[in-house]
T-cell receptor, first 115, second 112 residues
Framework: AQSVSQHNHHVILSEAASLELGCNYS??????LFWYVQYPGQHLQLLLK??????LVKGIKGFEAEFIKSKFSFNLRKPSVQWSDTAEYFC?????????????FGKGTHLIIQP | DAGITQSPRHKVTETGTPVTLRCHQT?????MYWYRQDPGHGLRLIHY???????DKGEVSDGYSVSRSKTEDFLLTLESATSSQTSVYFC???????????FGAGSRLTVL
């Protein structure tokens, strides 16, 4: 079965620091990859996605992620974080050769940005 | 968003009682999903539906059943709630064919 691993469960940064959240997936075939964000008290929202093509994808609010096939990784980055980036971040993968059984999510990374 | 409404948004119930959570969507999306979110576990798929009366089990389906009699409604039922089912439940839909899920606001269930 496919699995998604997020390296850090809790990350605390100061404003303006650079961010990188790790994500690895287990499936060796063709996968679609996603990062979702959940702000405090809100539902999950799509941050960015990768299907094919340029392995560096840009999302909303200055986030980007790089797909490295050889490392089975899809790490999320932001050059300079803001207090409003405090949220929970979920990496997710979909096996495009599989059925309709939705996304497999990582366990999430709780990001706290200190002013 | 896909116009997803979950009800109730908050519910407190006692062990052994039945509970039904409703997910209603207005976008005519084919695929609908129920996930539960728990600290340290992320989101785990309970059940999903790929059409009216077409449903299947997810990773953590034990103790849950679902029904989809209309495209717009996907019901999640706990026949006899247990404390381990205390969680936040999210409904999601997918209609673009691009595996992009849109989530509802969540239903927080507490089983005492």
């Amino acid at each position: 079965a496919q699995s998604v691993s997020q390296h850090n469960h809790h990350v605390i940064l100061s404003e303006a620091a650079s961010l990188e959240l790790g994500c690895n997936y287990s499936y060796g075939g063709t996968v679609n990859l996603f990062w979702y964000v959940q702000y405090p008290g809100q539902h999950l929202q799509l941050l960015l996605k990768y299907f094919s093509g340029d392995p560096l994808v840009k999302g909303i609010k200055g986030f980007e992620a790089e797909f490295i096939k050889s490392k089975f990784s899809f790490n999320l980055r932001k050059p300079s974080v803001q207090w409003s980036d405090t949220a929970e971040y979920f990496c997710a993968a979909f096996n495009s050769g599989g059925g309709a059984d939705g996304l497999t999510f990582g366990k999430g990374t709780h990001l706290i940005i200190q002013p | 968003d896909a116009g997803i409404t979950q009800s109730p948004r908050h519910k407190v119930t006692e062990t052994g009682t039945p509970v039904t959570l409703r997910c209603h969507q207005t976008e005519n999306h084919r695929y609908m999903y129920w996930y539960r979110q728990d600290p340290g576990h992320g989101l785990r798929l309970i059940h999903y539906s790929y059409g009216v009366k077409d449903t299947d089990k997810g990773e953590v389906s034990d103790g849950y059943s679902v029904s989809r009699s209309k495209t717009e409604d996907f019901l999640l039922t706990l026949e006899s709630a247990t404390s381990s089912q205390t969680s936040v439940y999210f409904c999601a839909t997918e209609g673009s064919g691009a595996n992009v899920l849109t989530f509802g606001a969540g239903s927080r269930l507490t089983v005492l």
